[in-house]
């Protein structure tokens, strides 16, 4: 088998995915199975069961590549700024190497989805990307002529963790993060967080898709809740904007469905970026949700 084999994994906070790519970028295998959760053993055999498997189903030799939420610190070598908490403080990368014998390479799973639509996806021939993520959390990846943009911390991209900007008196200080900090995008912008505002405002214990359902059936409440999330996604979405001006921003995650962000965003942008003429390209994914981990298997490209 060609060396340009790449098996790709994507550590969600729910789910994890495996493909296996030829050097033709052809899916030879795939499979996705549910997350353990707060349990660093079981999420270990679980990434090198699935590794082991898409081997199993292509052939004994192939790079591997892994998006996890968070990343490695490049000063301790262990996990660091994980919203699965549980892999914090951990040396992921190194025991993976160990019990599967073969070279890892890892990087945060937002980067990952970044590289995947900025090298053949919705983002290909563009020289600037940024790649968000709306799921379970709030990440980012920032890829420049190709290559993932780096930093001494391994923090480029955590958008997540930075303050809802321009925040209205009833917005400050905001919710309370897992990370100790409060008013972060991550707490209202992801999935559990629009769930959890709408809960606040309404009563109304629903998922994101149950809101969104509800707004097109023409909930008045729902549609509220969907116009501040929208609103608070602008927000933040121009603050990157006016730092990295990206040529294009490429929506990942489950929220990345929700079609009313691809009209409403641009729009909702407009007012806060720093520019006389401002046209912001956002756009969904080519890949969906394979996107995380066919960029987990572009890593050894990098």
């Not at 025991?95 to 983002?123: I, K, W, Y």
Request: charged fraction near 20%; hydrophobic fraction near 40%.
């Amino acid at each position: 088998m060609s060396r340009l084999t790449r098996i790709g994994i994507d550590l969600g906070g729910t789910k994890i995915a495996a493909i296996a790519l030829d050097a033709q970028n052809t899916v030879l295998a795939e499979r996705r199975i549910a997350a353990p959760r707060h349990d660093y053993g079981a999420t270990l055999d679980a990434i090198c069961d699935l590794v082991r498997e898409m081997k199993d189903k292509t052939a004994q030799s192939a790079t591997i590549g892994i998006g996890a939420p968070g990343s490695v610190s490049p000063q301790t070598g262990v996990m660091q700024n994980a919203n699965s908490t549980w892999l914090n403080g951990k040396p992921l990368p190194e025991d993976l190497q160990n019990a599967l014998g073969a070279p890892v390479r890892l990087a945060n799973d937002a980067d990952c989805f970044a590289l995947s639509e900025a090298t053949d996806g919705a983002g290909a021939g563009k020289r600037s990307v940024f790649g968000v993520i709306l799921g379970t959390g709030c990440g980012g990846g920032v890829v420049i002529n190709g290559r993932l943009l780096s930093g001494p911390h391994a923090t480029s991209g955590e958008w997540g963790h930075i303050p809802l900007p321009w925040m209205s008196k009833d917005e400050f200080p905001g919710p309370e993060c897992w990370c100790g900090r409060r008013g972060c995008l991550e707490t209202w912008i992801s999935g559990p967080a629009m769930a959890a505002d709408h809960e606040r405002r309404t009563g109304e214990d629903l998922t994101p898709p149950q809101i969104v359902a509800l707004a097109a059936k023409g909930d008045g409440r729902s549609k509220q809740t969907l116009d501040l999330h929208a609103s608070r996604l602008a927000r933040g979405l121009a603050l990157i904007t006016n730092i990295i001006d990206p040529e294009i921003i490429v929506l990942g995650g489950g929220l990345s469905d929700m079609k009313h962000l691809y009209t409403e965003l641009p729009r909702l942008m407009t007012p806060w970026i720093f520019s006389d003429k401002p046209n912001p390209l956002i756009v969904p994914p080519r890949f969906g949700n394979a996107s995380g981990v066919r960029g987990a298997a572009w890593l050894w490209n990098e």
